[in-house]
């Protein structure tokens, strides 16, 4: 079946420790995003991507780093420099045709620093 | 800059009514999509239903329907015949061709609990 799929489901972090979250995509999307939700709160756009090799800043990038080398994939990773970064993280992805088009998300991943 | 405003943090209705939840939107944008999302317990977004700017006709998919009023920038989400298993956080979002390359804004919710 086609989808979304990242991992882990829950992840476990101490301070000052870097991390990864995987998010693969065989919908054959060109655009994938992630997003990042707070408790009773919306979600909020980190980084996304168009294009394989290429992706642009959200509107809460800093502490995050990202990369496009597939298009089926759009790891984030979560660093050190990321003052609070306990949420639960959504990658979704879209094709870009029209603005019609719309996003399908992934399970999420729940991220708790220790 | 866009904005999504959802103005009610929970809501509760009974078992086969039907319940409206209010979402107002501010863009400079011309064309803009407007979608309704569904996130259950489990964390999951599910996609209900859309709505593009241009769209003359109010959009509906089974249960759901969108009360589009342009002029005043609202886009309440209608669900009829209420189930238990719509008990959920519904998220209002926007997305413009100005931004983040298709990107959605969202609201910040409404809690919905359907009671027996």
């Known amino acids: 079946d086609g989808g979304i799929t990242q991992s882990p489901k829950y992840l476990f972090r101490k301070e000052g420790q870097n991390v990864t979250l995987s998010c693969e995509q065989n919908?054959?999307?060109?655009?994938m995003y992630w997003y990042r939700q707070d408790p009773g709160q919306g979600l909020r756009l980190i980084y996304y991507?168009?294009?394989?090799?290429?992706?642009q800043k959200g509107d809460i990038a800093e502490g995050y780093s990202v990369s496009r080398e597939k298009k089926e994939s759009f790891p984030l990773t979560v660093t050190s420099a990321q003052k609070n970064p306990t949420a639960f993280y959504l990658c979704?992805?879209?094709?870009?045709?029209?603005?019609?088009?719309?996003?399908?998300f992934g399970p999420g991943t729940r991220l708790t620093v220790l | 800059a866009q904005k999504i405003t959802q103005t009610q943090p929970g809501m509760f209705v009974q078992e086969k009514e039907a319940v409206t939840l209010d979402c107002t939107y501010d863009?400079?944008?011309?064309?803009?999509?407007l979608f309704w999302y569904k996130q259950p317990s489990s964390g999951e977004m599910i996609f209900l239903i859309y709505?593009?700017?241009?769209?003359?006709q109010n959009a509906t998919e089974g249960r759901y329907s969108l009360n589009f009023q342009k002029a005043r920038k609202s886009a309440n989400l209608v669900i009829s015949a209420s189930q238990l298993g719509d008990s959920a956080m519904y998220f209002c979002?926007?997305?413009?061709?100005?931004?983040?390359?298709?990107?959605?804004?969202f609201g910040k919710g409404t809690s919905l609990l359907v009671t027996p």
């Open positions: 979002a926007m997305r413009g061709y100005s931004n983040s390359g298709y990107a959605l804004n």
């Open positions: 991507s168009q294009i394989v090799n290429d992706f």
């Open positions: 919908l054959n999307h060109d655009a």
């Open positions: 709505q593009g700017s241009y769209d003359e």
């Open positions: 863009t400079s944008d011309q064309s803009y999509g």
């Open positions: 979704a992805s879209s094709g870009l045709a029209d603005a019609r088009n719309e996003q399908f």
